[in-house]
C-alpha cells in the first residue's frame, strides 16, 4: 500500500526513521512529508534513504517560480496516489491544525485533500497532552473516525515523567495495518438516501413545533457512507452543520416537504436511512397572521403527519431500510415492535433524554435491532464512528 508518513517537529522525530524502515519492510511504499519543525530534528536525507523515495519537505520550499507552482497543487496528487496518512509523531500543533482545518504548509493542505484513512501518533510534553486545548482537538480528530495511537508514559525529553512519548513503532505499526484492513470501499456502487434532523410544522407565520435533534447523528452517517465510496443524497431539515462536500443535498423544514423529497429521489436509492427526527403531528390549520397575545387559554388542534418510514416500508421495495427509534423507555421492546409495524429490515434503537442522551450530543450508544431477532449493541463512541458500526450491518444485510 500507499502511505505517507508525516512527521513534524518533536523530540520523538527522530524514531519516526525507524517507523519509516518497519512499514517499507511490510512491503509499503512510504512518501514522507516533513514540516519545518521536523527537519530542526531529522535530516531528509535519512528519510529518503530509508524509503527510497523523495521526501517532500514544504509547501513553498523551491526558488524556482515554476517548481513553487508545481510543489503548490502537488499536495493533491499525493493526496490522491495514496492509502493512508500516518502522522508520527504528531505535535500539539498539528493537531490543531487538523482539526481547524488550518494549511499552511504542505502536511496540513495534504491532509485537507486526503479523503482515506488518517493514523495520528501524538507525543508531546504531559501537561501539553493533558491540557483541554488539546483532549478537544483530539475528540474532533477522533469524532472524524481517526485512529489516535495513544501517547505512551515514561520519561519525556524535558525530564518530567509521564503520558506523553511516542507510542511503540510496533504498536503505529499494528494500528496503520489494521486502519488499512478496514479501509473500506464497500459502499461502492450504492446510492443512500439519508434524512436528517428534525422538522419544523408551522403554528403561524412566526412559531413551529419542532424537536431537539441536531442532525449530528445523519450527517455522521453521510460522511461514513461518502468515506466508504457511496453517493449520498441527503434531505435535512433544519440544522447548524455544514453538509458533507460531496453530499447531494436537499433542504427541507416540514414532513410533507421531507416526503416529497425522499419520494422524488426514492428510485435511485439502493439503502434509505430515515434518521430524521420527523414531526408525528402538526398545527391543523397554521394560521397566516401572527396569531396575537390574549389572556385567554387556547387550545392548538393537532393533526398527524403522515409516516414516511411506514409508507417506505409498505409494499414490495428493492431498496434496504433502516428506521431509527428514540425513545425515553422500553427501547428494545418499542424498536421491536417499530421494526415489525414499519417493516423496516433495521431499526437503529438510541435512548433519549436524561444522562448520555442521544440528542444535541457529539456520541451515541445505540442498539440495533434486525429482523432474524438478533440485536447488537453499539458501545457509547463518536456518532462517526457509530455510523460504520451501521454500515457494517447494513452491508452484511446487502449481501
Ligand atoms: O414512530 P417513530 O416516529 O418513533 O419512528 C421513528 C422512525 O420513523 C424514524 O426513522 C423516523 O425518521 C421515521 N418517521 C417518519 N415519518 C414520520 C415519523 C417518523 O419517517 N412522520
Not at 204 to 218: A, F, H, L
Not at 236 to 255: D, H, W
Not at 314 to 338: C, H, M, S, W
Request: with cysteine; charged share 25%.
Amino acid at each position: 500500500m500507499r502511505i505517507v508518513l508525516g512527521v513534524t517537529g518533536g523530540i520523538a522525530a527522530y524514531k519516526a526513521a525507524e517507523l519509516a524502515r518497519q512499514l517499507v519492510r511490510n512491503g509499503h511504499e512510504i512518501t514522507v512529508v516533513m514540516t519545518k519543525g521536523a527537519e530542526e530534528f531529522i535530516r531528509p536525507l535519512t528519510f529518503a534513504s530509508l524509503t527510497g523515495r523523495k521526501v517532500i519537505t514544504d509547501l513553498f520550499s523551491s526558488a524556482s517560480p515554476d517548481a513553487t507552482l508545481s510543489s503548490a497543487v502537488e499536495h493533491i496528487g499525493v493526496a490522491r496516489e495514496h492509502d493512508l496518512l500516518l502522522v508520527a509523531p504528531a505535535t500539539a500543533d498539528v493537531l490543531a491544525k487538523f482539526a481547524h482545518g488550518l494549511a499552511d504548509d504542505f502536511l496540513s493542505t495534504l491532509y485537507l485533500a486526503f479523503d482515506g484513512p488518517v493514523v495520528l501518533a501524538p507525543a508531546m510534553n504531559d501537561r501539553m497532552w493533558s491540557h483541554a486545548a488539546v483532549r478537544e482537538n483530539v475528540a474532533v480528530l477522533r469524532g472524524r473516525g481517526h485512529a489516535l495511537v495513544e501517547p505512551g508514559d515514561g520519561y519525556l525529553a524535558c525530564g518530567t515523567v509521564g503520558p506523553g512519548r511516542l507510542a511503540e513503532s510496533e504498536k503505529i505499526v499494528a494500528a496503520v495495518e489494521d486502519a488499512l484492513r478496514k479501509r473500506r470501499t464497500d459502499l461502492v456502487g450504492q446510492t443512500i438516501l439519508i434524512t436528517a434532523g428534525p422538522t419544523r410544522e408551522p403554528v403561524d407565520p412566526v412559531r413551529y413545533i419542532s424537536n431537539r435533534s441536531s442532525g449530528k447523528m445523519g450527517y455522521a452517517l453521510a460522511e461514513a457512507a461518502l468515506a466508504r465510496g457511496a453517493r449520498v443524497l441527503l434531505v435535512s431539515g433544519p440544522v447548524n452543520l455544514q453538509p458533507p462536500a460531496r453530499a447531494e443535498v436537499e433542504q427541507v423544514q416540514t414532513a410533507a416537504e421531507m416526503r416529497d423529497a425522499v419520494f422524488a429521489h426514492l428510485f435511485e436509492a439502493t439503502v434509505v436511512i430515515k434518521c430524521a427526527a420527523v414531526a408525528d403531528f402538526r398545527p391543523a390549520t397554521p394560521s397566516a397572521q401572527k396569531i396575537k397575545k390574549t389572556s385567554a387559554d387556547r387550545t392548538l388542534e393537532l393533526v398527524p403527519v403522515p409516516d414516511i418510514l411506514a409508507e417506505l416500508g409498505d409494499g414490495p421495495r428493492n431498496f434496504i431500510l433502516v428506521g431509527f427509534a428514540a425513545e425515553t423507555e422500553n427501547l428494545l421492546d418499542y424498536a421491536r415492535r417499530k421494526l415489525e409495524g414499519k417493516n423496516c429490515d433495521m431499526i437503529v434503537a438510541n435512548r433519549v433524554g436524561g444522562d448520555g442522551s442521544a440528542f444535541e450530543s457529539e456520541s451515541n450508544e445505540v442498539l440495533l435491532v434486525l429482523r432474524n431477532g438478533e440485536t447488537i449493541p453499539v458501545d457509547r463512541a463518536p456518532k462517526r464512528v457509530v455510523a460504520d458500526h451501521i454500515f457494517d450491518q447494513i452491508v452484511k444485510l446487502g449481501k
